[in-house]
T-cell receptor
Framework: TQLLEQSPQFLSIQEGENLTVYCNSS?????LQWYRQEPGEGPVLLVT?????EVKKLKRLTFQFGDARKDSSLHITAAQPGDTGLYLCAGARSGGGADGLTFGKGTHLIIQP | DTAVSQTPKYLVTQMGNDKSIKCEQN?????MYWYKQDSKKFLKIMFSYNNKELIINETVPNRFSPKSPDKAHLNLHINSLELGDSAVYFC???????????FGSGTRLTVV
């Protein structure tokens, strides 16, 4: 069974601070995806990383895929209250998508104004 | 709007009943999935369908049966509902996993 360890599970910081969320596994994934989920809604895709060492930026969010494709991180710069939510990392075992995603347990992020 | 839509949004039912959750996607994706999210927000895959063929079936009770009448629909039928089935169920779709998955807004199932 491939597991994704996501940390921290809970994080509450002040507006303007920086933060990093980590997603680690002992297994290799063909791709790593990050989602954000709001209460009462389904997860919404933020980014997909597929190449070892890949870095993608989405405004104040920076996503990194480890060289060995076993880990990933999400870094938020100058966090804002609108960043509050549940962040989920998810790994795909096969490139074809047939196996679905293995999810981490999520990071509940609260940005206080 | 292009999306994954599932109905109903909320479902409250008694133990022992049989219920279905419907899912439709108009994104032209070739694979559809059902996920279960527990009270701690942990998401776990239950089924996936690709071209009407069941690809994976995780260790879920056989009371759960996915049914796909066509490429755009994947319904979830649950027999003899139990208290432990209470959770939020999400339908999702993807195009061979490329560019990520699109999730529906979920069905909160409560078994009383």
């Amino acid at each position: 069974t491939q597991l994704l360890e996501q940390s921290p599970q809970f994080l509450s910081i002040q507006e303007g601070e920086n933060l990093t969320v980590y997603c680690n596994s002992s297994s290799v994934f063909s791709s790593l995806q990050w989602y954000r989920q709001e209460p009462g809604e389904g997860p919404v895709l933020l980014v997909t990383v597929v190449t070892g060492g890949e870095v993608k930026k989405l405004k104040r969010l920076t996503f990194q895929f480890g060289d060995a494709r076993k880990d990933s991180s999400l870094h938020i710069t100058a966090a804002q209250p609108g960043d509050t939510g549940l962040y989920l990392c998810a790994g795909a075992r096969s490139g074809g998508g047939a196996d679905g995603l293995t999810f981490g347990k999520g990071t509940h992020l609260i940005i206080q104004p | 709007d292009t999306a994954v839509s599932q109905t109903p949004k909320y479902l409250v039912t008694q133990m022992g009943n049989d219920k279905s959750i419907k899912c439709e996607q108009n994104l032209g994706h070739d694979t559809m999935y059902w996920y279960k999210q527990d009270s701690k927000k942990f998401l776990k895959i239950m089924f996936s369908y690709n071209n009407k063929e069941l690809i994976i079936n995780e260790t879920v009770p056989n009371r759960f049966s996915p049914k796909s009448p066509d490429k755009a629909h994947l319904n979830l039928h649950i027999n003899s509902l139990e208290l432990g089935d209470s959770a939020v169920y999400f339908c999702a779709s993807s195009s061979r996993g490329i560019r990520g998955y699109t999730f529906g807004s979920g069905t909160r199932l409560t078994v009383v």
